[in-house]
């Protein structure tokens, strides 16, 4: 079965930080992997996603992943936070099944000092 | 904008009852998800259906139902509704089965007195 592991449900930087949001997966075939975000009363925006190839994912607003199969990670970060980057940020992982269904992690509260 | 809709916004009705929520994809998705958020599950797929069919069923409750319609609309439709049903429900559609990313609606609160 797959799995997604979120560490930190809370994390908080300072403005201007480098942001860094771990994800750790399990799945038993190459994954499909993806981060959204979610601002309060909104649904979820796709931050970016690895299917296959590269392994260094550019998204939108800065953010980057790396897909790091030896430690089954997919940690989410960016150089230097920003006041409106403050939502809850999730990790999804699909594929195994056949049905593509999305895996979700329990998700990751963001919180930006000024 | 996901291009995604979901109706209604807001939902309260009481226990006991039942309610339909309806969720239009993005135009050439075929494929529509239903998932369910709330504090103490997170985010949980219900159900997925492909071009009218029904292709997976995640932790979909018995009193819960879905179809897609020939014109790709959904409806997830929720009955006995119990206090814990409560929720905030996604829709999300993507192009093709799978291995695609998935649009999400903005979701439809529902909260049962």
């Known amino acids: 079965a797959q799995s997604v592991t979120q560490l930190g449900s809370h994390v908080s930087v300072s403005e201007g930080a480098l942001v860094l949001l771990r994800c750790n997966y399990s799945?038993?075939?190459?994954?499909?992997l993806f981060w959204y975000v979610q601002y309060p009363n909104q649904g979820l925006q796709l931050l970016l996603k690895?299917?296959?190839?590269?392994?260094l994912v550019k998204g939108i607003n800065g953010f980057e992943a790396e897909f790091k199969k030896s430690e089954t990670s997919f940690h989410l970060t960016k150089p230097s936070a920003h006041m409106s980057d403050a939502a809850e940020y999730f990790c999804?992982?699909?594929?195994?099944?056949?049905?593509?269904?999305?895996?979700f992690g329990t998700g990751t509260r963001l919180k930006v000092l000024a | 904008d996901s291009g995604v809709t979901q109706t209604p916004k807001h939902l309260i009705t009481a226990t006991g009852q039942r309610v339909t929520l309806r969720c239009s994809p993005r135009?050439?998705?075929?494929?529509v998800y239903w998932y369910q958020q709330s504090l103490d599950q997170g985010l949980q797929f219900l159900i997925q259906?492909?071009?009218?069919?029904?292709?997976a069923k995640g932790n979909i409750l018995e009193r819960f139902s879905a179809q897609q319609f020939p014109d790709l609309h959904s409806e997830l439709n929720l009955s006995s509704l119990e206090l814990g049903d409560s929720a905030l429900y996604f829709c999300?559609?993507?192009?093709?089965?799978?291995?695609?990313?998935?649009?999400f609606g903005p979701g439809t609160r529902l909260t049962v007195l």
């Open positions: 799945s038993s075939v190459p994954p499909y």
């Open positions: 690895y299917t296959t190839g590269a392994t």
């Open positions: 999804a992982v699909s594929g195994a099944s056949g049905t593509y269904k999305y895996i």
């Open positions: 135009s050439g998705d075929l494929s």
């Open positions: 999300a559609s993507s192009v093709a089965a799978g291995g695609h990313e998935q649009f």
């Open positions: 259906y492909y071009n009218g069919e029904e292709r």
